[in-house]
């Protein structure tokens, strides 16, 4: 499994853009959108996280960090 670089980590990507980036396709259907999910979910697995994106609502989400997370899992 590759993980992302620190700097995909601290600089997101679009939906589009990482879509692309993973190399699953040229634009975003609901196809693409539903591997790059499993993708992240691999990733938050990889690092433990993955109860946050059930506990938050999901990936479309929209919370703020700081609010979100307890000291031991805010990113640095």
Request: charged share 20%.
């Given at each position: 499994m590759i993980l992302p670089?620190?700097?995909q980590v601290?600089?997101?990507l679009s939906t589009?853009?990482?879509v692309a980036k993973e190399g699953l396709g040229e634009e975003l259907?609901?196809?693409s959108r539903k591997a790059l999910e499993q993708r992240l979910?691999?990733?938050m697995e990889a690092v433990r996280l993955s109860y946050l994106v059930t506990r938050e609502g999901g990936w479309d989400a929209n919370t703020e960090w700081g609010e979100t997370l307890s000291?031991?899992?805010t990113p640095l």
């Open positions: 670089s620190a700097f601290i600089y997101p589009a853009d990482a259907t609901e196809g979910d691999e990733l000291l031991g899992t």
